[in-house]
């Protein structure tokens, strides 16, 4: 029900934007967050947003990467500047019912994912 974009290769230091587009709802009530899992390791928290807009960044993307959403248009956005090789993995979306923090075992929707690849 939501599915993630945006994906590609990009050089270390460039940037990238990804959008989250739920489809069959609205989930302009739910909380919002990426995630992101890198081959061998295990799944990480990027950032979230709730549905007034107050966000929150694992440490590892803090001032780099920024969340936001559009609520007219149903879709959330990980605008991801300065990336780095330790950025590459699957990126994920997720939609949580009165929730957005870093447990993604609270989140109640899942998207397939949309892999970036930050190499020169």
């Known amino acids: 029900q939501l599915q993630a974009s945006g994906g590609g290769l990009v050089q270390p230091g460039g940037s990238l934007r990804l959008s989250c587009v739920p489809s069959?709802?609205?989930?302009?009530?739910?909380?919002m967050g990426w995630f992101r899992q890198a081959p061998g390791k295990e799944r990480e928290f990027v950032a979230a947003?709730?549905?007034?807009?107050?966000?929150r960044y694992g440490d590892s993307v803090k001032g780099r990467f920024t969340i936001s959403r559009d609520n007219a248009k149903n879709t959330v956005f990980l605008q991801m500047n300065s990336l780095k090789p330790e950025d590459t993995a699957v990126y994920s979306c997720a939609a949580g019912r009165g929730y957005s923090g870093s447990s993604y075992y609270r989140y109640d929707y899942w998207g397939q994912g949309t892999l970036v690849t930050v190499s020169s």
């Open positions: 069959g709802r609205t989930f302009s009530n739910y909380g």
């Open positions: 947003i709730d549905w007034s807009g107050i966000t």
